[in-house]
């Protein structure tokens, strides 16, 4: 009967094992790395442990087996379905908190990318701001050079509207003068009327005297 109280052994080993493997496991429920590795070895501890157990019952079942080996199967058999349960239950457990990580994961990242595009918003909006700024300064600086061009023409119209109210003023006074003296103006023309005459006067001595050089020769 040694070969069941080997098999005996090499069951205790297993379940002590597969109880450090479940403590293991339940590590990864605050993790988000990969736990297939400790599933696989989870899983084909509890697979050894049956072939072991099924071996156990053919040895009970036969001639002159002792009554305690069937007691000592069936308690490996309880124990393997209590781990079977347990690592279900494991698995569901780091199953539901891994994807429990993984949506709040995500959402930090999608809070933190949302924090990122509203600083680079923010950003964009003081350059696009101080780009405001800057257009506005030189549009004042247009429209102060623009009304300093306006004050300066409506000056310069202001002083040819003072100079032409001078020249009409001046005019006016020249009017008055000759209109006040109306013998100037006869004067000048009684001048101008004897000018003209001497002028035709001298003509026809000239003429004449011309003629007469020419009869005389």
Known sequence: MSEFNENHTQLKALESECDSFFTSFGEFETSLLNSSEIEAQISENLEQRNKLIKEQYKIAYTENASPTFEQQAQRHQTLLEAHRDTYKRLKST????????????????????????????????????????????????????????????????????????????????????????????????????????????????????????????
């Open 94 to 217: 780091v199953s539901q908190a891994r994807a429990r990580n993984t949506l709040l994961s995500n959402v930090r990242s999608d809070i933190n990318a949302y924090r990122n595009s509203e600083r680079v918003l923010r950003e964009e909006n003081t350059d696009a701001e101080r780009y405001y700024d800057a257009e506005l300064g030189r549009v004042n600086n247009q429209n102060t050079l623009a009304e300093g061009l306006l004050t300066t023409a409506n000056e310069a119209r202001a002083e040819l509207y003072r100079q032409q109210q001078v020249l009409s003023s001046v005019n006016r006074r020249i009017s008055r003068v000759f209109s006040q003296m109306p013998s100037i103006n006869t004067i000048l023309s009684k001048i101008n009327t004897r000018q003209k005459r001497n002028s035709i006067i001298l003509a026809l001595i000239v003429v004449f005297c011309v003629l007469f050089i020419l009869f005389v020769r």
